[in-house]
């Protein structure tokens, strides 16, 4: 986010704080859409139910918060993720679906197939693609990109060092970018040639 954004993002969060209808839709606005993605990597299709369920309690305790929004947006991905783990438990079930995701450039560096697996999946429908990772690399790719944290947030939501949510998110990218090509592969293979046309 540009500094411009950050800014303004603070000063609407004060004003929602402060009890500002407007400004609380605008920050719903911005952050439930991320949080949707999110939890579509913890629970899959109850995703939405689940995130009413924690912007109800962000809806009840925000003003007991205090932070920036960066800090904000740590917070209720935090609750997001209980409100997860309580719904899971409560069904007794497990769910490995994760969601589309927004920008990977952070997380590619300079790993031209992980380049790639990110060009496609930012124009894709990532849902699809995303959709086997092992949960923890889904986690942390989703935390990083979808809700825009740094290894360090990502990690205190998780519950894991800075440079073990680097990891996973890097190896998920690793892992997508593998399938991605290997699906390419497939695909060309399949492709009738110039000759088989006429």
């Known amino acids: 986010m540009s500094e411009r954004r950050d800014a303004e993002l603070d000063a ?16 719903f606005r911005d952050l439930n859409p991320r949080l949707i993605h999110y939890l579509r990597a913890l629970v899959g299709a109850d995703a939405e139910d ?8 962000i809806a009840r305790d925000h003003r007991s918060f205090r932070g920036d929004y960066d800090k904000f947006r740590g917070w209720a991905s935090a ?13 007794r079930r497990r769910s490995e679906v994760p969601a589309p995701v927004e920008d990977m450039i952070a997380l590619a560096g300079h790993d031209r197939e992980a380049q790639e ?7 894709g429908d990532a849902v ?10 889904a986690e942390a790719v989703l935390l990083r990109v979808a ?13 894991k060092s800075p440079g073990a949510v680097r990891t996973a998110a890097y190896r998920g990218l690793r892992e997508l ?3 991605l090509k290997a699906e390419s592969d497939t695909a060309e293979a399949e492709r009738p040639s110039v000759k088989e046309k006429r």
């Open 177 to 179: 970018a593998e399938r």
């Open 79 to 91: 609750i997001a993720r209980n409100r997860a783990i309580d719904f899971l438990r409560h069904r």
């Open 147 to 159: 809700m825009g944290m740094d290894s360090k947030q990502a990690g205190r939501v998780l519950g």
């Open 50 to 57: 689940v995130a009413a369920e924690a912007w109800s309690s």
């Open 117 to 123: 697996a990110l060009d496609r999946v930012v124009t």
């Open 12 to 27: 609407v969060l004060r004003a929602a704080l402060n009890g500002d209808e407007h400004a609380f839709r605008i920050v």
């Open 128 to 137: 699809e693609m995303i959709t086997a990772l092992p949960r923890p690399m």
